[in-house]
């Protein structure tokens, strides 16, 4: 604005003789409205024009500034986080969304693509780190660069963190819909998701996936990056014949069997959990669990250590498919219960629900049969002919280390999740020939990749990578 | 209906008109008498408009009044107890908020909206009559608008008056205040540049002028301003930068006219205005606590009756 010449000021003042009378609030209020005819709005702009205090009044009287009119909508402030704005934000995201899809399928038919969506895949660990709520998965990259991982490349789950990174491509485009502010941070993951499974996982679990790529992208990116050519056949072949993904995880039929215990756990993560409150519980937990190993039935808890492998596999797919949102957000706290239950609360110990682990664990060699990892060779045949309905197993141990989850019990029953407990992975330790069959009484992960299960028999089984070898002194 | 003798204009409106009116007000609802309502039409028809004008304006004029709001105040000042309940639920929780946007602070909002109810209550008597302020109502704006602008003119009215005993309180404990307020340079200004700036100014529109006063001497915001003319902010903004530019290329001219040259007309300007800087800066330094309405104008009237 120019500056004005004092002089002008000054003359201004002393030519505007304060007019004794003073226009009556009738008028003002009509020319504060634009209601005034003009001969009469002229009137009244040469009174305004040389008085001060009916300026005044008519300033002072303009009405709050949300009910002016819409000629004046646009002098609102902050344009952000408006309808339009998230509108586009909207559309914006949708149409990355597509576009990475399109890349996919593209890269998917290109055989040797996959180090270039590992690589990618590393960029999405990097991603993670950026995006504010996922805490646990800032822990899980730390963890993961800090170990090295054994040259043993498992494949398996390999696989399974390729389509874990599925499921957020649902979810991020549920969010976007939702017009939530992650939202464009969330739709970029996509990018490093394949895209046959994407859409076959998408299909299947919508709207869940809140950032859930975020913790599973480190896991995966580390493997490969290390393993590369060690591990590229099996991807190769997978990602080469998306179809026989499909035909693995046939759609319609299964879901029904994990979708409704999926999003429910989705809606529950809100609340962060103190992960010190889980260490407590879990320690309380591993002494009350030995006091309680006289109990068991062996033989019984053999058979129901086993996951029904043919009836689970497919909607042990899909439980991989959609590692969902769950672990990412909160880290739950674990009990026991006498009964051998495993149970997880969400908030903090005020309220407990039971884990289902086996109906959402994969025994992993039932998917796996052509390239046995030394984990699961022993047990993919026991797993596959168990029962279904086998009884339950009881639970001694559990370990949480954020998201990572290990929980152990009757018969050698070892699970491991890594999205604190949404989905579980049996994990079959075995030694030169050897597996652990016995009770696990106590287990101790000092971080996602060395820990310790030590069994009522005595035995002490160590792994120095996450479980993928075990070692038995 | 002694008036109706000056301007049968109106009167004549007002019976063509009434049938539609009446229904368009809601009177029954209210209480009001279809006769008082046309007398009020008549009373406020006759305010607001000359002898001289015709039928047709006079039409006009009734038909842009907003005759339901009107008819809620009147009966609301004729005493009619729905009126008032109507009137409370409607503007009630309006008329503390306007007034805490005048006033700023709750106490005295709380204030100043009691005391205007009192007002349209009408406890002030008049000859042993009880008056209400509604009845000075005449639905040429929104009952709304008028309730802040009466709200805001009370406030203007009071500031005033608290504001000169504060000042002088103030002036005489402080001499420093006093002091520092003094020392504003009575220009001696040359009487060409005075006169040509009153020229100048004289020539300005009343929006213009408007314009200028609210910007320059009330401290209004563009915003501000441009809600009161209902115009966008921007128009404002260009509008004032052409007024100041043209003032100056004016007063300069009207210096030139006067017998100075162009060089002794733009250093009389130039001084002026590094005058005005400085005098701005102080200003500020001064008055750290904003003031509740505009300093300026307070100020403007003291100096106006020295000088």
Same mark, same amino acid.
């Given at each position: 604005?120019?500056?004005?010449?004092?002089?002008?000021?000054?003359?201004?003042?002393?030519?505007?003789?304060?007019?004794?009378?003073?226009?009556?609030?009738?008028?003002?209020?009509?020319?504060?409205?634009?209601?005034?005819?003009?001969?009469?709005?002229?009137?009244?702009?040469?009174?305004?024009?040389?008085?001060?205090?009916?300026?005044?009044?008519?300033?002072?009287?303009?009405?709050?500034?949300?009910?002016?009119?819409?000629?004046?909508?646009?002098?609102?402030?902050?344009?952000?986080?408006?309808?339009?704005?998230?509108?586009?934000?909207?559309?914006?995201?949708?149409?990355?969304?597509?576009?990475?899809?399109?890349?996919?399928?593209?890269?998917?038919?290109?055989?040797?693509?996959?180090?270039?969506?590992?690589?990618?895949?590393?960029?999405?660990?990097?991603?993670?780190? *950026?995006?504010?709520?996922?805490?646990?998965?800032?822990?899980?990259?730390?963890?993961?660069?800090?170990?090295?991982?054994?040259?043993?490349?498992?494949?398996?789950?390999?696989?399974? *963190?390729?389509?874990?990174?599925?499921?957020?491509?649902?979810?991020?485009?549920?969010?976007?819909?939702?017009?939530?502010?992650?939202?464009?941070?969330?739709?970029?993951?996509?990018?490093?998701?394949?895209?046959?499974?994407?859409?076959?996982?998408?299909?299947?679990?919508?709207?869940?996936?809140?950032?859930?790529?975020?913790?599973?992208?480190?896991?995966?990116?580390?493997?490969?990056?290390?393993?590369?050519?060690?591990?590229?056949?099996?991807?190769?072949?997978?990602?080469?014949?998306?179809?026989?993904?499909?035909?693995?995880?046939?759609?319609?039929?299964?879901?029904?069997?994990?979708?409704?215990?999926?999003?429910?756990?989705?809606?529950?993560?809100?609340?962060?959990?103190?992960?010190?409150?889980?260490?407590?519980?879990?320690?309380?937990?591993?002494?009350?669990?030995?006091?309680?190993?006289?109990?068991?039935?062996?033989?019984?808890?053999?058979?129901?250590?086993?996951?029904?492998?043919?009836?689970?596999?497919?909607?042990?797919?899909?439980?991989?498919?959609?590692?969902?949102?769950?672990?990412?957000?909160?880290?739950?706290?674990?009990?026991?219960?006498?009964?051998?239950?495993?149970?997880?609360?969400?908030?903090?110990?005020?309220?407990?629900?039971?884990? *289902?682990?086996?109906?959402?664990?994969?025994?992993?060699?039932?998917?796996?049969?052509?390239?046995?990892?030394?984990?699961?060779?022993?047990?993919?045949?026991?797993?596959?002919?168990?029962?279904?309905?086998?009884?339950?197993?009881?639970?001694?141990?559990?370990?949480?280390?954020?998201?990572?989850?290990?929980?152990?019990?009757?018969?050698?029953?070892?699970?491991?999740?890594?999205?604190?407990?949404?989905?579980?992975?049996?994990?079959?330790?075995?030694?030169?020939?050897?597996?652990?069959?016995?009770?696990?009484?106590?287990?101790?992960?000092?971080?996602?990749?060395?820990?310790?299960?030590?069994?009522?028999?005595?035995?002490?089984?160590?792994?120095?990578?996450?479980?993928?070898?075990?070692?038995?002194? | 209906?002694?008036?109706?003798?000056?301007?049968?204009? +109106?009167?004549?409106? +007002?019976?063509?008109?009434?049938?539609?009116?009446?229904?368009?007000?809601?009177?029954?609802? +209210?209480?009001?008498?279809?006769? #008082?309502?046309?007398?009020?039409?008549?009373?406020?028809?006759?305010?607001?408009?000359?002898?001289?004008?015709?039928?047709?304006?006079?039409?006009?004029?009734?038909?842009?009044?907003?005759?339901?709001?009107?008819?809620?105040?009147?009966?609301?000042?004729?005493?009619?107890?729905?009126?008032?309940?109507?009137?409370?639920?409607?503007?009630?929780?309006?008329?503390?908020?306007?007034?805490?946007?005048?006033?700023?602070?709750?106490?005295?909002?709380?204030?100043?909206?009691? #005391?205007?109810?009192?007002?349209?209550?009408?406890?002030?008597?008049?000859?042993?009559?009880?008056?209400?302020?509604?009845? /000075?109502?005449?639905?040429?704006? /929104?009952?709304?608008?008028?309730?802040?602008?009466?709200?805001?003119?009370?406030? +203007?009215?009071?500031?005033?008056?608290?504001?000169?005993?504060? #000042?002088?309180?103030?002036?005489?404990?402080?001499?420093?205040?006093?002091?520092?307020?003094?020392?504003?340079?009575?220009?001696?200004?040359?009487?060409?540049?005075?006169?040509?700036?009153?020229?100048?100014?004289?020539?300005?529109?009343?929006?213009?002028?408007?314009?200028?006063?609210?910007?320059?001497?009330?401290?209004?915001?563009?915003?501000?301003?441009?809600?009161?003319?209902?115009?966008?902010?921007?128009?404002? /903004?260009?509008?004032?930068?052409?007024?100041?530019? #043209?003032?100056?290329?004016?007063?300069?001219?009207?210096?030139?006219?006067?017998?100075?040259?162009?060089?002794?007309?733009?250093?009389?300007?130039?001084?002026?205005?590094?005058?005005?800087?400085?005098?701005?800066?102080?200003?500020?330094?001064?008055?750290?606590?904003?003031?509740?309405?505009?300093?300026?104008?307070?100020?403007?009237?003291?100096?106006?009756? /020295?000088?």
């Amino acid at each position: 604005m120019l500056e004005l010449a004092k002089i002008v000021r000054e003359r201004l003042k002393i030519t505007s003789p304060a007019p004794e009378d003073h226009l009556d609030a009738d008028l003002l209020t009509a020319f504060a409205e634009q209601s005034l005819p003009a001969p009469e709005r002229h009137q009244v702009m040469t009174h305004l024009a040389r008085c001060g205090d009916c300026r005044e009044v008519v300033a002072l009287a303009l009405p709050a500034e949300a009910q002016m009119p819409s000629v004046l909508a646009h002098d609102a402030r902050s344009g952000w986080l408006r309808w339009p704005v998230l509108g586009w934000a909207a559309a914006l995201a949708a149409i990355i969304l597509m576009g990475s899809v399109g890349i996919l399928r593209y890269q998917a038919r290109q055989p040797g693509s996959d180090i270039s969506q590992l690589v990618s895949r590393d960029k999405a660990a990097t991603v993670a780190l *950026n995006a504010p709520p996922t805490s646990t998965a800032l822990q899980t990259t730390a963890r993961q660069t800090m170990t090295p991982q054994a040259p043993t490349a498992p494949r398996a789950e390999m696989r399974e *963190n390729n389509r874990a990174h599925q499921a957020p491509t649902m979810g991020a485009a549920a969010n976007t819909f939702a017009g939530s502010s992650p939202v464009l941070s969330q739709s970029r993951r996509p990018t490093h998701s394949n895209a046959a499974n994407a859409i076959a996982s998408a299909g299947r679990v919508p709207g869940i996936g809140y950032g859930s790529g975020a913790g599973f992208g480190p896991r995966s990116a580390q493997p490969a990056s290390q393993n590369g050519e060690a591990s590229t056949p099996a991807p190769q072949r997978w990602i080469a014949t998306p179809g026989t993904v499909a035909k693995q995880n046939p759609g319609p039929a299964n879901p029904r069997q994990n979708l409704p215990a999926a999003p429910s756990e989705t809606v529950e993560v809100s609340a962060a959990t103190p992960q010190i409150q889980t260490e407590q519980a879990q320690a309380g937990q591993t002494e009350q669990s030995q006091t309680e190993l006289a109990q068991l039935d062996f033989d019984a808890a053999v058979g129901k250590a086993k996951p029904a492998a043919q009836a689970a596999t497919p909607s042990a797919e899909e439980a991989r498919a959609n590692p969902s949102a769950v672990h990412a957000l909160v880290t739950p706290v674990w009990t026991i219960t006498a009964e051998g239950e495993l149970q997880r609360s969400l908030d903090g110990g005020a309220t407990w629900r039971e884990v *289902n682990v086996e109906g959402n664990s994969v025994p992993p060699a039932s998917f796996s049969t052509q390239q046995e990892t030394s984990r699961a060779k022993k047990s993919a045949p026991k797993a596959s002919s168990a029962p279904s309905s086998a009884t339950k197993t009881v639970f001694r141990a559990v370990c949480a280390n954020g998201a990572e989850t290990w929980a152990g019990g009757s018969g050698g029953a070892l699970y491991h999740s890594i999205d604190a407990g949404g989905h579980w992975i049996r994990i079959v330790p075995s030694a030169a020939g050897v597996v652990l069959t016995g009770d696990i009484g106590a287990i101790e992960f000092a971080d996602s990749q060395h820990g310790k299960v030590t069994t009522t028999s005595a035995e002490t089984w160590t792994t120095g990578d996450g479980g993928n070898t075990w070692q038995k002194p | 209906m002694s008036a109706t003798t000056q301007n049968s204009a +109106v009167q004549s409106a +007002v019976n063509g008109l009434l049938p539609e009116l009446y229904a368009k007000s809601g009177c029954e609802q +209210v209480g009001l008498a279809r006769e #008082s309502f046309a007398a009020i039409l008549i009373e406020v028809g006759e305010k607001h408009t000359t002898p001289a004008t015709s039928e047709k304006d006079a039409r006009t004029f009734l038909l842009s009044l907003r005759v339901e709001e009107l008819a809620l105040a009147r009966a609301c000042a004729a005493g009619h107890n729905h009126a008032w309940e109507l009137f409370l639920t409607r503007y009630r929780e309006k008329l503390y908020l306007s007034a805490l946007r005048i006033a700023r602070q709750d106490a005295a909002a709380r204030e100043l909206a009691d #005391s205007l109810y009192a007002d349209l209550y009408g406890t002030t008597t008049r000859a042993g009559e009880r008056f209400s302020k509604l009845t /000075s109502y005449t639905g040429r704006g /929104s009952l709304e608008g008028w309730l802040r602008t009466v709200l805001a003119q009370e406030y +203007v009215n009071r500031y005033r008056r608290t504001k000169r005993l504060v #000042s002088l309180e103030e002036e005489s404990e402080e001499g420093v205040q006093f002091a520092a307020a003094e020392p504003e340079p009575t220009v001696t200004a040359d009487s060409r540049l005075e006169s040509a700036t009153d020229e100048a100014l004289s020539a300005l529109s009343p929006e213009d002028r408007f314009v200028l006063s609210s910007y320059y001497l009330d401290g209004r915001t563009l915003a501000e301003i441009a809600r009161m003319l209902g115009v966008h902010e921007s128009t404002i /903004s260009r509008k004032l930068d052409k007024l100041a530019k #043209s003032l100056r290329k004016k007063i300069l001219a009207g210096m030139m006219q006067r017998g100075m040259t162009r060089r002794q007309a733009e250093e009389a300007l130039e001084v002026d205005v590094r005058d005005l800087r400085l005098n701005i800066r102080r200003n500020l330094a001064q008055e750290s606590p904003p003031a509740a309405f505009s300093e300026k104008s307070a100020e403007a009237r003291p100096r106006e009756r /020295s000088g």
